[in-house]
């Protein structure tokens, strides 16, 4: 065997046992192992606790829409549903994330936060199946006008609090 087959056979090898095994740790379907659909949930709307008017309304559409793509729930009304979540929006903060590189005293990036306590209750029993707080993020850019980046960036910041909610759900102990 000439010296490039000597090389290319390892390497062959290993490419097809890397490529064999690529798949393996991905499982189609709802991750809690549940069939898809076979329980119920309804999102009641989260009271607001905050001086922030839209974050409930941005966090109901983001938590629904998050629930119905990843598929292990089906959406229903609260007096069909197996589960019931509620919650109440406690906190949105703004912390200094950066600076402007050549004036370390200006401020260029915001990590706006929210937290929200998330209640979930099997309706049948009244068993509380989820009761804790949690949290979302994203970075708000500064603008010369900040409540627009603000209102810019609501859809992003309950979309992450949204998926943090709905892996909880799905993926929760109970």
């Given at each position: 065997?000439?010296?490039?087959a000597?090389?290319a056979?390892?390497?062959?090898?290993?490419?097809a046992?890397?490529?064999g095994?690529?798949?393996c740790?991905?499982?189609?379907?709802p991750?809690?192992?549940a069939?898809a659909?076979?329980?119920?949930?309804?999102v009641?709307?989260?009271?607001?606790?905050?001086?922030?008017?839209?974050v409930?309304?941005?966090?109901?559409?983001?938590l629904r829409?998050?629930l119905?793509?990843?598929g292990?729930?089906r959406?229903?009304?609260r007096?069909?549903?197996?589960?019931?979540?509620?919650?109440?929006?406690?906190?949105?903060?703004?912390?200094e994330?950066?600076f402007?590189?050549q004036?370390?005293?200006?401020l260029?990036?915001?990590?706006?936060q929210?937290?929200?306590?998330?209640t979930?209750?099997?309706?049948?029993?009244?068993?509380?199946?989820?009761d804790?707080?949690?949290?979302g993020?994203?970075?708000?850019r500064?603008q010369?006008?900040?409540?627009?980046a603000?209102?810019?960036?609501?859809?992003?910041?309950?979309?992450?609090?949204?998926?943090n909610?709905?892996?909880?759900?799905?993926?929760?102990?109970?």
């Amino acid at each position: 065997m000439n010296r490039p087959a000597r090389v290319a056979a390892p390497l062959l090898l290993a490419l097809a046992i890397v490529a064999g095994h690529a798949g393996c740790a991905y499982r189609l379907g709802p991750t809690s192992g549940a069939p898809a659909g076979a329980r119920s949930l309804a999102v009641l709307p989260f009271e607001n606790q905050t001086f922030e008017p839209r974050v409930t309304d941005s966090l109901a559409t983001a938590l629904r829409g998050q629930l119905q793509q990843e598929g292990t729930f089906r959406l229903a009304r609260r007096s069909e549903a197996d589960i019931v979540v509620s919650g109440v929006v406690r906190r949105i903060d703004r912390l200094e994330e950066s600076f402007l590189p050549q004036d370390t005293r200006v401020l260029r990036d915001y990590r706006w936060q929210v937290v929200a306590h998330v209640t979930a209750i099997e309706r049948a029993s009244g068993r509380v199946l989820l009761d804790r707080e949690v949290q979302g993020h994203t970075l708000l850019r500064i603008q010369p006008d900040l409540p627009s980046a603000e209102r810019q960036s609501m859809p992003l910041l309950a979309g992450n609090l949204a998926r943090n909610i709905t892996s909880l759900l799905v993926d929760g102990e109970w």
